[in-house]
């Protein structure tokens, strides 16, 4: 159905003439009949007031297939850095409409998954702002601090808190008992980087020794393991070692390079990583190219003190996101990045 026909067919049913339809939108009754008429689209401004008054979405006023308005989701997950009220709860009924059989459920679910957390994530922007106001005026509010670390990922000190025992359970009952896990790798990565925050590297050791026999296991990375197991167990030199063992084979490789990167950055050898990054930026021929990299050395350079090396890195995020990703000022991400690149401002010029 053309979308003249579908308001035509919603304005009969909300009992409402064309000229009744025109004065609620601030238009003329010509053309509300030249849209109904298909000589004319609505205004795109007009349409979130349009599909109020007729008391439906936008996107039922489209009469979108539900492929179409999962694709819809998808995109302004990606762009959006929050969403109304009205249009979370609209994909919140939609999605869960969805789960109910049918193909593709996986991508139903995890779309709700999205939703939600792209709802957490604006709210935790919220409770780290107010938390820290908090915290300024009483630095003794126990409550605030524990707050903040919900917020921003802080380390939490308390064991009992800090542990991955779920998650881990949980990853060891997918790849016993899913047999998707005997061809993607993923399950193994998660599980085996939870065991070895958590330290528990004998079993660390027993599911890398599993992977290994994975079709689609990638071999520069175990080495990389291997020296993560080792740092875990204490032994920084010996990781030190088969690091650097392992670069003469994957010089040239972005991903070993990538994670040459990580390892010299949680080993606070900050220049390093930072050369390694780039190595593996500039190696790096798929495009678009993901931005994690250029992240990680803004984040390395605000540590070391050096804010303009940090805000020319965003700068050179911007311009991956604009040319290869093709993203546009008022996404999420480019507002985001800019807003670092505002706050890093601030501080030189205090």
Sequence with gaps: MDIGNKIK?????????QEQLATRLGISAQSVSKWEN??????????????????VSIDELFDMTADQKLHRIEKRLDVEEEFSQETFK????????????????ARRYGLLARLYHHRATADLRRVSRYAREAICKDPAKKECQWLLQKADGAYVWDWNVSHHTAVIDFYKRLIESDPVAAVTNIPYYELMDNL??????EEAKRYLSVYQTLPGYQPFLIPVYHAYIALAEYHAEEADAVMEEALKDYSGHS??????????????????????YERSWASDEKLPRYTDTLHAISIIYEILGQYEKAIETYERMLVCLTQEWHYQRDDAVMIETKREISRLQSLISK
Aim: charged share 25%; glycine share 8%.
């Design 9 to 17: 067919q919603l304005r009969m049913k909300m009992g409402l003439t």
């Design 38 to 55: 298909s000589v004319t689209m609505p205004d795109i401004t007009l349409l979130p007031v349009l599909s109020s008054e007729l008391g």
């Design 90 to 105: 609209e994909y919140e009924d939609f999605l869960k409409n969805q789960l109910e059989g049918g193909e593709d459920l």
């Design 196 to 201: 070895i925050a958590d330290h528990r590297t």
């Design 255 to 276: 991903g070993f390079l990538f994670e040459m990167a990580q390892y010299c950055a949680r080993r606070c050898q900050y220049e390093k990583a930072i050369g390694y």
